[in-house]
């Protein structure tokens, strides 16, 4: 296991601040705010996440609509109800903050390390092009004993790999959180668009008992 449970989940993120900030919630006193942030990819799509900002990473650092900034933090989830169901809900919880000039240097804008167990029987499929995909849900610990479901996508060789894996199964895993848009038709007949949220998965390892690594694969 982790030597820290912080270290079971990072996310290292580079982009840009796109609209105004919006108040989420508030906890023991302490208001947290939620924003979006736009991250290119390597193609010249993007990803737009969400991110949960507390007040006290904001006391004098304003952030605006265009201002590029990195942020370090975990990939959360939680449920809420709406539209008569439960949804899983993710975000990014900043835990640091640091305004940038440029990103012309950075090579990775968007990096996520996740340790957790499978929590559900991985789904294989393939596209109608005849790409392989897996489709899993990782438990990742958080403190005070809850803990952070996190859908993940394997793609080739390590979609084949992930099939093979079971509910318990400890792994870590490598890879970038990117948004996808998609239709979703309700019980009166309307469809509604909405954005989901995954860890595209490049590159992961099967632990044992001991956190002794079993099996590894990557995406080339």
Request: glycine share 6%; net charge negative.
């Amino acid at each position: 296991m982790p030597s820290h449970i912080i270290d079971s989940n990072m996310v290292t993120l580079v982009g840009r601040v796109i609209g105004d900030r919006e108040f989420s919630h508030e906890m023991y006193g302490e208001g947290f705010y939620n924003y979006q942030l736009q991250i290119s990819r390597l193609s010249e799509a993007y990803d737009i996440l969400p991110l949960t900002i507390s007040e006290r990473l904001l006391y004098d650092f304003e952030l605006k609509d265009g201002d590029l900034i990195k942020v370090e933090g975990q990939l959360r989830s939680y449920n809420k109800f709406t539209d008569g169901s439960n949804r899983l809900i993710l975000t990014i919880f900043a835990r640091d903050i640091e305004r940038l000039e440029s990103d012309e240097e950075i090579k990775n804008p968007n990096q996520i390390f996740l340790e957790g167990f499978i929590c559900k029987s991985p789904v294989y499929r393939e596209t109608p092009f005849g790409r392989e995909i897996t489709d899993l849900l990782v438990a990742v610990n958080r403190s005070y004993n809850k803990s952070d479901y996190i859908p993940c996508i394997a793609w080739g060789r390590n979609a084949k790999f992930s099939a093979k894996l079971e509910v318990g199964d400890h792994i870590k895993s490598w890879g970038r959180i990117q948004s996808r848009k998609y239709q979703k038709k309700l019980p009166d007949g309307d469809v509604i668009n909405r954005v989901a949220y995954e860890v595209s998965i490049s590159k992961m390892e099967r632990l044992n008992e001991n956190g002794e690594i079993i099996s590894q694969e990557e995406d080339n």
